[in-house]
């Protein structure tokens, strides 16, 4: 203890102050903003009532006429449908969709597109890549030997799905973080489930009371930030030094996950006929089957005892007892040591073919025979059930909680029992047993609370998520830190005007995303302000729109539907797009793991970014490059930055000049010969626009310099001939076809079409 | 969209002017005023350093897999006294584990080679290092390192980002951030292997929370040891360039009427820098340009040293050229992990790795570049001074396990005090006993020979003003003085 004291710098006598029973917390922290309940407020007055669409314009123009500042005039409508279309969909506009909104002079034109874009499939890829930045998902385990989690993508596709149902945000919390004990049987809240199965993990440490500490920081923090906006993670070590977060406090919130580990495995039926059915045929098939599968076993059972001998050596000493001990026991922890010790220790009933290699002679022919005649029962074997990755509880009964001082599983303080912010409830949770579940129905009890409207903190940090997304900018700019060294609410009315909305809307998102499109601070220009930039450089008032810069996967996304190649799919295991050359060396690329496949279904090169496999030690670079989210944690808002590499990519990845020889194949092949129409199609396809005349002068001018150039290179060798336009039509000069090309790409690598205005 | 008061580049910026009054806004608001690390609209723009640097860049010579100390640099004549002993109880290894489960009571094991001394100032060196050893009057020998971790992904995470999981900005990535680049066609850190991946991969050269601009960027193989760089084959420079014109043509019509947008600029321009980089690049990494004697004084002819010695030659060239920060990995993927068969192990990788070291730091020295350029050396951990005996190995092929409490890194140039040993492990070389040095005060010491004051460099993430010696780190002043 003397020691401790002098670790951490503090007197003995104020430690024990930390650890007493009651805490008080001062009047500053309990008023602070965001623990204050939400109250909805009144919709403030403005000077010009006719300036606001909704409530709002309201909260903003308040603000707004307080410095008698005047907020931007109404976008321009090109300018806005790219906006909005890129905003819920991650694509640009087609032609049609743009002609179709000039066109239409109705009064509710503008509510047509909102609906129609909330309507789209792509929304849920959009705003589910959204949510998978703050869940941390990644499709593989991290550390040294990155394996891949095989049917974790059935999350990702979950989450698009709950977007695209507006699945209510209370509902959906609740499904992922106790789906398994509120919904049992109801295969989709398991794969929910898997929110808190991408922790990175080495499965291959030894020390396993540490892999399981890991774990549980993992999903303490992300729980906090996720759902709460707070940074737990803060009070591992000691309280939190400028929030009211006890140390006590996180070590409650972690005791909600005490008993909770990986549950991957095969995923319920839905319709419980169907799931009956199944059972009797799996049933029926295991009778059938019986003896067969009994010889089997007992032919690998020498294999299975040698892998236990060899694994188990890797083991603690207690995990080695956890794991030799009779099961029935085990406590609570031992249970959880053996758990995580398993998949190192055990093989499935029916091993690999590696695995069955140590079969030699009479036993192995023996076994092989034993195969053939239980393959004569596939007829009547019900087909496999899908598998998911997801989290479970490992019983009714937790292993104990205990506070660790300075985070340390070797210093030990008092056991804690589930509970919330003691700021906001200092009692531990009330716990129910769920019924018919073995589960400790400790995460059910968490799960309410994250959505009780009561509770000042879900609706706000999932409201102001959703601003964030929409402006580039949350009403609090720091969406995962609603505490003190986090950012103020620039509107706290508006904030919790929304929050309230949100929730007496029934958690809809689409309903707040409509409210949110069809303001008009939506729906400003971002033109510069001379004025009103003078008073609010930073644009916290929001007179006008904030201009910037597509996210990496709305870049690719853009580049593929423009060049006609994006395959529109969706769903499914994680893809493999080509790597530019060198990127993959050594172990990444023969890594047990799996390295960076090459991908045998072509068209699936082309898929949205969403669906691109995403392994933490190797992120697909040209997302990447273009700041996609860091997957060891959750992710609150990306960085945007400008570089000479984002560059380089897009000037000489292979990639862009094959989707910019197909953006020219489109245009050549569409829009007849004269050179004008060449260019004016171009430009419509990029910028959902004709070229102006300065600009198709300006292209008259750049082709007329390529072309001799390409003519030189047509002449040339192989090596010197130029990319040329996908499927050109006859009639078409090479060269200007092949200068067609570069003028595709540099449109492609522009700011008009690389920024969102 | 960035005006004179940007947002989404610098969190310490935005948090400064959205934290509105009170304490927090005034504590921000000093941290900005101290620190001078207010935002730009370029991240990389160099910046100047927090007091008068003694080294201007950095040299990182990583041995990875563990070398061993007492074989190395560390030497132990009571392991001579006690060969074949268990450890003494006095060591107090009852609770010592290993990573690989080779015990104290296997034995000690002597160093597998002579030591001598060697300069005017009489340090020690293994008979493995003899080109090494013709420069220790340049060395600041440090026997008493120490790292958290056991294992080799958290001890090379470790001696890259502070801490054993990954996530967090490597040190490279710290510097940059808080120096910026001096050279904008060129990456500002850059990392070299000679074999293969280096274990745990780009976790140790990640920017972690840090913007992705400073992320270390690994050279491939080659003439173009950067993605995408090179354009595409038949690309000539006029097509190239015309390329380019007309790009800028169209943003700056885009931009007409968005002046006050610097972003937008800073796009534009980093299309220029990409075509001033691709041929930088090339350039810097074009070996045909150095003299024979050059080559051969890193042991490019030899062989056994080619490989460690083009990329120690390859790591002058690059600071020569104003790159910040290099790390030159000898034995990537854990090639020094000598668990069986020491003496091989190290014959070998000493064998590539003595000369080419050397070979750099004799030519930093001629051309006036050691002054400003700080050599590191070292591994992740060192090694075990009892044995680990693989099953049935003779004597010969004993190895010894990881040694994460007491090991052996040197320092050399851009300021540091050449020709002295700095702490002290115990009788046997199992634990620094006198003046410990965790990695963070090795990183802490780096940063401060760079100008930079390990406390005073922060980043605000997730509610806390990160920095890059995690929660610790101690000067290690001898160094210098």
């Known amino acids: ?87 819920m969909t991650g694509l640009p506009p087609t032609p049609d969709e743009i002609q179709q909104f000039l066109n239409d002079h109705s009064s509710n034109a503008w509510d047509k597109v909102v609906d129609r874009l909330l309507a789209s499939p792509a929304y849920g890829e959009r705003w589910g890549r959204h949510w998978l930045d703050v869940a941390r998902y990644a499709d593989s385990n991290g550390f040294k030997a990155d394996e891949t989690r095989p049917n974790i993508w059935r999350y990702r596709d979950y989450v698009i799905k709950a977007f695209n149902d507006d699945k209510p945000y209370d509902r959906f919390v609740k499904e992922q973080i106790a789906g398994d004990e509120l919904y049992p049987n109801d295969p989709e809240a398991l794969v929910a489930m898997g929110f808190n199965r991408h922790w990175i993990d080495e499965t291959n440490a030894a020390a396993l009371y540490t892999r399981r500490q ?143 290699r140590g079969l030699k002679g009479e036993n192995g022919k023996r076994y092989q025979e034993l195969k053939k005649q239980l393959a ?61 579940v073995n589960s400790t129905g400790r995460r059910s009890a968490l799960a309410a609370w994250l959505t009780d409207p009561k509770n000042p903190l879900p609706a706000r940090v999932m409201v102001n998520r959703i601003w964030h997304y929409h402006f580039g900018r949350g009403i609090v700019a720091t969406p995962g830190d609603f505490g003190l060294m986090g950012a103020r609410p620039t509107h706290p009315e508006l904030l919790d005007y929304l929050a309230s909305y949100f929730v007496e809307n ?107 496999f995403v392994r933490r030690n190797l992120r697909y670079p040209m997302l990447q490059e273009f700041d996609s989210a860091n997957t060891f944690e959750s992710c609150d808002f990306r960085k945007n930055t400008v570089t000479a590499p984002q560059s380089l990519d897009l000037l000489n990845n292979d990639l862009i000049i094959d989707w910019a020889q197909n953006f020219a194949g489109r245009v050549l092949n569409d829009s007849g010969l004269t050179p004008e129409a060449q260019v004016d199609r171009a430009f419509r396809l990029a910028y959902g626009r004709a070229a102006t005349p300065e600009e198709q002068k300006m292209a008259a001018d750049f082709l007329a310099r390529q072309m001799p150039m390409m003519q030189e290179r047509l002449a040339g060798g192989d090596q010197a001939k130029p990319p040329m336009p996908a499927n050109v039509p006859p009639g078409i000069n090479p060269a200007r076809a092949a200068a067609f090309v570069d003028l595709s790409q540099m449109l492609l690598d522009s700011n008009e079409f690389l920024y969102i205005n | 969209m960035r005006v004179n008061h940007h947002w989404g580049v610098s969190n310490r910026r935005e948090f400064f002017t959205r934290a509105g009054s009170g304490l927090a806004g005034i504590a921000l608001a000093s941290m900005l005023a101290e620190d001078g690390f207010a935002a730009s609209a370029d991240p990389l723009a160099p910046k100047p350093p927090q007091f008068p640097p003694k080294a201007k860049n950095v040299i990182w010579c990583f041995m990875e897999g563990g070398p061993s100390q007492v074989d190395l640099f560390d030497p132990k004549p009571e392991l001579e006294r006690l060969a074949g002993q268990p450890v003494p109880p006095s060591f107090h290894t009852d609770n010592l584990i290993t990573a690989q489960g080779a015990r104290p009571s296997d034995g000690l094991l002597p160093a597998r080679r002579p030591f001598r001394q060697h300069g005017q100032s009489g340090l020690w060196v293994s008979e493995w290092l003899p080109n090494i050893a013709e420069m220790v009057d340049d060395i600041a020998v440090i026997r008493s390192c120490q790292s958290d971790a056991v294992n080799h992904v958290g001890g090379v995470c470790q001696m890259n980002t502070g801490t054993i999981l990954a996530g967090r900005p490597s040190l490279g990535a710290w510097v940059m951030y808080g120096l910026g680049s001096a050279r904008r066609d060129l990456p500002s850190f850059v990392v070299m292997q000679d074999d293969k991946e280096i274990l745990g991969g780009v976790q140790n050269y990640s920017s972690g929370f840090l913007p992705a601009t400073f992320q270390g960027t690994l050279f491939r193989q080659g003439d173009t040891p950067i993605l995408n760089l090179k354009p595409p084959v038949g690309t000539t420079d006029a097509q190239e360039r015309s390329k380019l014109d007309f790009l800028r043509q169209l943003n700056e019509r885009f931009s007409r009427d968005k002046e006050d ?100 730091l004799k030519d930093l020295k001629a051309r006036g570049l050691l002054k400003d350029t700080l050599v590191v050396w ?104």
Request: with cysteine; charged share 25%.
């Open chain 1, 1 to 87: 203890m003397r020691y401790l004291s002098a670790l951490l710098g503090v007197s003995l006598s104020a430690w024990v102050l930390f650890a007493a029973e009651t805490h008080t917390f001062s009047p500053a922290q309990k008023n602070f903003w965001a623990f204050r309940p939400i109250a909805k407020p009144a919709v403030p007055a403005v000077k010009n009532p006719k300036a606001a669409a909704n409530p709002i314009d309201a909260f903003i123009l308040a603000r707004l006429d307080a410095k008698n500042l005047q907020p931007n005039a109404r976008a321009d409508k090109l300018t806005l449908l790219r906006r909005a279309t890129v905003d």
């Open chain 1, 214 to 356: 890991e774990t549980l920081d993992d999903m303490t923090t992300v729980t906090g930030v996720a759902f709460l906006g707070l940074t737990f993670g803060c009070a591992r070590c000691h309280d939190h030094k400028f929030d009211p977060i006890l140390t006590k406090d996180y070590y409650r919130l972690q005791a909600f996950f005490a008993n909770t580990s990986f549950g991957d495995g095969p995923l319920p039926l839905k319709d419980p006929a169907e799931r009956q059915k199944y059972q009797e045929q799996k049933a029926a098939w295991e009778e059938k089957t019986k003896d067969i599968r009994a010889e089997m076993a007992k032919l690998v059972q020498p294999l299975r005892a040698s892998k236990i001998e060899s694994g188990i050596k890797t083991f603690e000493a207690d995990v080695q007892q956890a794991i030799l001990m009779d099961p029935a026991q085990r406590n609570p922890m031992q249970a959880m040591m053996y758990h995580t010790a398993e998949p190192r220790i055990t093989f499935d009933e029916e091993p690999d073919a590696r695995t069955l």
């Open chain 1, 506 to 612: 029934g958690w809809s998102m689409k309903k707040l995303h409509r409210l949110i499109l069809t303001s008009n601070v939506y729906q400003q220009s971002s033109a510069f302000n001379e004025v009103a930039a003078e008073a609010d450089p930073d644009d916290n008032l929001m007179w006008r729109y904030q201009r910037h810069r597509m996210e990496a996967e709305a870049v690719r996304d853009s580049m593929l539907d423009v060049s006609g190649l994006l395959n529109p799919k969706m769903g499914g295991p994680g893809v493999f797009p080509p790597l530019p050359p060198g990127v993959v060396t050594g172990l990444s690329a023969t890594a047990a793991a799996g390295g960076w496949r090459q991908e045998k279904d072509p068209s699936n090169i082309n898929r949205r970014s969403v669906y691109i």
């Open chain 2, 378 to 481: 070292g591994g992740e951990f060192g090694r075990t001074p009892f044995a680990q005996i693989g099953a049935g190995a003779p004597p010969e092929r004993y190895g010894r396990d990881h040694n994460p409490w007491g090991f052996t890194m040197w320092m050399a140039g851009g300021g540091v005090k050449g020709g002295q040993t700095i702490g002290t492990t115990d009788e046997i070389g199992l634990r620094a006993v006198d003046e410990p040095h965790h990695v963070w005060d090795v990183h802490a010491s780096i940063l401060y020979l760079l100008g930079l004051d390990h406390l005073r460099v922060t980043y605000q993430h997730n509610g806390r003003a990160e920095r890059p010696t995690v929660t610790g780190g101690k000067l290690i002043p001898k160094l210098w003085t």
């Open chain 2, 261 to 360: 947008d610097t972003e937008l600029d800073a796009r534009t321009r980093s299309y220029e820098l990409a075509y001033q980089m691709q041929s930088a690049a090339p350039e810097a990494v074009d070996l045909s340009q150095e003299s024979d004697a050059t080559k051969k004084l890193y042991g490019m002819d030899e062989p056994e040293t080619s490989a460690y010695g083009s990329n120690c030659l390859l790591a002058r060239r690059l600071v020569e050229r104003g790159v910040r920060f290099v790390e030159v990995y000898s034995g990537s993927g854990s090639r020094w992990d000598a668990h069986s068969d020491l003496i091989n192990n190290h014959t070998q990788n000493c064998r590539s790795m003595d000369k080419p070291v050397a070979g750099l």
């Open chain 1, 376 to 436: 004569a029962f596939d007829s009547i074997r019900p087909a496999p059930l899908p598998e998911g990755q997801f989290m479970i509880d490992l019983g009714p009964n937790a292993p104990p909680t205990y506070i660790l001082h300075g985070g340390s599983l070797d210093a030990r303080g008092d056991e804690v029992q589930p509970g919330f912010l003691s700021i906001l409830d200092p009692a531990d949770a009330k716990i129910t047993p769920p019924a018919g």
